[in-house]
């Protein structure tokens, strides 16, 4: 089954131009890498499925329904779930309530049963924390529970951004260059974690992401981007010997 | 009698300041208009009392009443915009109610203001009321709501990815608070027993977004304190009453540069928070 | 109306119109770098206003020398107030809700200074012009207008030419788009945040010593502000020529609102279609908007 159809997409932003034409198809359970050089139109790519911004052209299906004009919180509510390049952790919260925030829309108590503190409420919120528990144990981050995130190192932070994703149960998981800033062990747990998600969850990924050797280990079919245009698409080994990538790498001086 | 008193008019004034920390405080949306809903809160109820004849409780509804219309039909333009047009434009309307009250002297007196109203409100009612739209605030901040409010505040972007319905979080929010600003003013109409158009301009709605986060904009209690500490001031101090709020804008700037949190951070005080707190544990 | 009353008002209301297009400008400039709105600049006007009319009733009754001077003095207050209250934030990464308290609150304070200290009395600027008004044919022009319309747009072009040619110019609109770029330029900064708050603290004098001297000066004509950002929001919020426009509008729509209404309704009316024009139209005229970035 196709999770994700992307129809003929365009963005620009005020003449510059981010994206054109670009059709992609993802496959229900696996993982797929869309890489470039900076400022090919990697993370317009994700802005674009989950409603960021609206696009120019095209049409977006997930799961065979059309949501181009979904706002963002619909299409999260529909299970497309992501992570931010640059981290967006909530400053002001701690890590459990961060956990708790990505699936708030679940929740069945209306507003007025939670200010006059009913039942339900009450019994909805226990769950909610059993299960931000129950994600934090499963990758291991059940020690920082009572944190401010802002007071985490770097890589625990993308973790928790990770295991915010898995809150909403989502079918969809947009992971926006994940290894960033990572060190190579981190790298290499980062791409056990990933495959294990994965599997245990039979979850659909896109990852957008620079570094290499994990983008050419755990997926199986790869998007290249330049300027905007889609110039390659094929498995990893494809990948590694397509000229014209090559060219837009070396190109880009990388 | 004079402790009452004070006493009095600085539970009114926390009243309004309880509003607009919801707003401001937790969801960080800022409005220099809160003022205009004092005003609507309190004429509204004055002129139903007074003109219509209505009983005083649903005098004190329609108050409320209006003052969820009026932020609703406010939000509507404003709140899927930049955070900056929804604090111009209640700019805005804070002028707009005052010029409409001096207008509409027919029905509120114009610049002459309403007296006459009975003393309906005493301290007993105020701090009833006190005691109850703080539980609700509590309750509200500690479950998904305010939760919703402050990843709103942090992050409006990644709160939407998130599932939350940004526009209707925020509209919520200014509703529930003008709601309560304007429930504030109805009581003011009937406590102090005299209102005029200009008793609420901007720099009351700016005084009460500046207490708010000198109190801390994670903390109720907090912001209960400093309110109660800026208000009962003037009222101890007389021969420095004046410079009030220039005290006030200084230590305001001294505690934003020094202690972003607020002075007092994220401390509550109540019982159930505490309770809570080691259940978590 | 008849239609030399018009005209007058016509006239009338593009002089003020001019005072307000000077405020938009001055406010959207800091918008522009800090992304805040800086209710700080009412402040600056007001601070103005009272130093204008000390140094022209009681130093040195001249008009050009007193203005510039008053420029000068609220272009330093400006650099000032950036300096004490906004930089330090800055330098720490504040969000910019701190940002927004510290300029309201620095706009209370000047008020509530002013305020205490001299708030019971009006303070009239000397009369500069000993005629008030020219006439032509029908028309009767208030000299006063004339001069505020031509010292407002006279402004507007060196601060227009400014921000085109010379580099700190360039430097300040490059930073409204990214804050970063001065430092590719090789511009530090804080100097170019500084220069932007020294032209926006001039037009504030220029505004404060216009407006002390139409009308008179009170505590409250830091408010005065509203019509600037009355004018930002038409115009657009972050386009300057959008908010000289937009300011011209307002001064216009105002006059002739308060001939053919009446003084009283006209408020209702113009923030009345403020709130309507942003349900239809929330990027202004000049059709700017944000981009959002992930």
Redesign the interface.
Known sequence: MDVLRIEGVSKNFGGVTALVDFFMVQHENEITGIIGPNGAGKTTVFNLINGVYPLDNGRIFFINQDITESPAHKRAEMGISRTFQNIRLFKNLNVLDNMKVACGWKVRYSLWEEMIRLPRPQREEKEIDEKARYFLEYLNLTQYANQRPDNLPYGIQRRLELARTLMAEPKLLLLDEPAAGLNPKEVVSLMEMIKKLQQDYNLTIIIVEHHMELIMKICSLIHVLDFGKKIAVGKPEEIKRNESVLQAYLGDGA | MFYLKVLEITSLYTILVLGVYLMTGLTGLFSLGQGGFVSIGAYTAAIAFMKLNLPFPVALMMAVVMGAVLGFLIGIPTLRLRRDYFLLVTFCLGEMVRAALLYLAQLTGGALGMAGMPRKVGLPLILISIVFITFILYSLKRSRFGRDCIAVRDDELAASMMGINVFAHKMKVFIISSAITAYGGALYAFNILFIEPNLFNWLESGRLIIITFVGGLNSIAGVIITSAIYYSFGEFFRFIDVWRDVLLALVVILVVIFRPGGLFQGLELLPQKLLSRTERK | MKINLILQQLLNGISLGGVYALMAVGFGLI?NVLK??NFSHGGVVAICAYFGYFISQHVYPNFIVTLILTAIVGGFIGVIIEK??FR??RL?G?P???F???S??????V???FA?MWGDNYYPYPEFIKETAIHIGEFTVSKIYLLMLSISAFVLLILSYILRKTKIGIAIRAASSDIRTPSLMGINIDFVISTAFFFAGILGGVTGYLLGMAFTVDPFIG?MI?KG??A??IGG?GSLGGGVVAGLLLGVAESLLIAEIGA??T??VI??S???L??IR?EGISGKG???K?
């Open positions: 918008f805040f709105s004490l209250i330090p934030i720490k504040a910019l809700t701190l927004l308290v510290n309201i609150t620095a706009a209370m304070l008020q509530q200074f205490v408010s509203l950002i009355i930002a929001i919020m009283s309704l408020p209702i923030y009345a403020i709130i309507l942003l349900l929330p944000y981009i959002v992930a």
